[in-house]
């Protein structure tokens, strides 16, 4: 009997169910990057200072990263499509609260609120494209999730600019209402309605206390370190460190913990993690720092800045959904390897800019390190959530979001500290203005070189990892069943 040929188009049905999941992540990534343009314009508004509204991204990034685990683990327990519904309405409703806040204190909490539902449409969307499609379709489901957050991303600086400047920076939230709103009712008519994988399950409280106090106090202590008062930073790190230490012991004592350690036994799903970790180390360091060398050192205008920033994540958005579909019919570990090492070139060509480089050739490096990222990201998070049972997919959806964006908070602190300690002096006369900034440059090849080291190790994890071939079917937890 002939051997059946591997599902590798997607039915309506199921690329409805995509594009659903794919809108939250539209949101998520268009929301980490349509607020920082405008907090200038919050700090005016509500006659603030820089620190005071910088809480504005502080305090949504610490609920958001300590609350995807938990999110993960309530998906398993209640049915991931009315927890994911849930979370988008609560987003929803929380960015109505943002636009119409009368005070920053107002505006901070409902960020919070903001940050909860932001948690759970995170957390979820890996988990129900491994739930919902064959295995065959894995792939290039994740790389389309993908491109529509690197689309979001992509499109925040541009929208948000636009938005607080024709009008005021309350629609840069209002502009969320009509997609979640869209999203919600797509979702209540498409995503088809499971049992929850694990209903008897209950969740670890004291896990998530711990695992929010580890990562609230590692985010400030990252932001706060590199102040001239350094000594908070490294208090508030160590309280990191004995919070982490203490979430380890907790996660191996209780018996329905948030985190299955015994899978970090298995070195593919080990490694692959810190790899998202890595990889979004390396783009968040980029992304940061080279707003610092187009103004600084190469004198262009902020809105002219942004665009070229724009090759890197168009570079992502072309290749993700490619690079899944591959990543289905040839496995996951060359389309992986071969991200990273068009990484590596592509930040080894950045670290040679200097203040006389044209802008023609920054947009090509820009491009070929996203067009590198997109091709590692979706088949590394496919791998990832491969490496797992069905009934640890849950927590390994919210663990792998938590890499991502440790890792974009991870990349920012250390980037921004090795071009400080590169710099030296020279930066604190850049900020007294004694300085020109083409003195800067040699502070920006440092950085850039630091992240073609984060990927060059990533390539060195990647090879110790086994090579898996797709499996070209669905293993039965994974069929439509419509």
Request: one cysteine or more.
């Amino acid at each position: 009997m002939a051997e059946p040929v591997p599902q590798q188009k997607m039915s309506t049905k199921e690329l409805m169910i995509v594009i659903v999941i794919a809108l939250g992540s539209f949101m998520a990534g268009l929301d980490a990057t349509i607020v920082n343009i405008a907090l200038p314009a919050i700090a005016k508004s509500f006659e603030v200072s820089t620190v005071m509204v910088s809480w504005v991204l502080n305090a949504y990034l610490i609920i958001l990263v300590s609350l995807l685990l938990a999110a993960s683990r309530l998906g398993d327990m209640k049915g991931y499509r009315n927890i994911f519904i849930g979370g988008f309405a609560l987003f929803t409703i929380g960015s109505a609260l943002c636009g119409l806040s009368p005070t920053i204190g107002m505006l901070i909490l409902a960020r919070m609120v903001q940050a909860v539902g932001g948690a759970v449409i995170s957390a979820l969307g890996a988990v129900m494209v491994t739930s919902y499609l064959s295995t065959s379709l894995r792939g290039q489901a994740l790389g389309i999730v993908a491109m529509f957050t690197m689309l979001g991303a992509a499109l925040g600086p541009v929208v948000g600019g636009f938005l607080t400047s024709a009008f005021s920076w309350q629609y840069i939230f209002f502009v969320n209402l009509p997609v979640g709103i869209v999203a919600i009712i797509l979702g209540m008519k498409i995503l088809p309605q499971r049992d929850p994988v694990s209903p008897a399950a209950k969740l670890d409280i004291p896990g998530v206390l711990l695992v929010f106090v580890a990562l609230s106090t590692l985010i400030v202590g990252l932001t706060s370190v590199q102040g001239s008062n350094a000594m908070p930073g490294l208090i508030a790190l160590v309280i990191s460190v004995i919070f982490w230490i203490l979430f380890i012991v907790r996660e191996r004592r209780a018996a329905q913990p948030l985190v299955n350690l015994s899978l970090f036994a298995h070195r593919g799903y080990s490694l692959q993690n810190v790899n998202v970790m890595l990889i979004q180390m390396a783009m968040a360091g980029v992304m940061v720092i080279m707003p610092f060398y187009l103004e600084l050192v190469k004198k262009i205008p902020t809105d002219n800045a942004g665009t070229i920033l724009l090759a890197l994540p168009i570079g992502m958005i072309l290749t993700a959904p490619l690079a899944g579909r591959i990543s289905d019919v040839i496995g996951t570990k060359k389309p992986i390897i071969t991200g990273f090492v068009i990484c590596t070139i592509a930040l080894l060509l950045l670290s040679t800019l200097s203040a006389h480089t044209s802008v023609g050739h920054i947009g090509i490096y820009l491009f070929l390190l996203g067009a590198g990222t997109g091709i590692a990201f979706s088949p590394l998070n496919s791998a990832v959530m491969g490496e797992c049972e069905a009934k640890d997919r849950g927590s390994t959806s919210g663990l792998v979001k938590m890499m991502t964006n440790l890792g974009s908070s991870l990349g920012v602190a250390f980037v921004m500290l090795v071009a400080t300690i590169a710099a030296g002096p020279k930066l604190a006369e850049y900020s007294a203005h004694t300085l020109e900034g083409a003195g800067l440059a040699s502070a920006f090849d440092a950085a850039f070189l630091f992240c073609m080291g984060l990927e060059i190790l990533g390539i060195l994890l990647m090879l110790a990892v086994k090579d898996k071939m797709p499996s070209g079917s669905s293993d039965g937890e994974v069929a439509m069943g419509f």
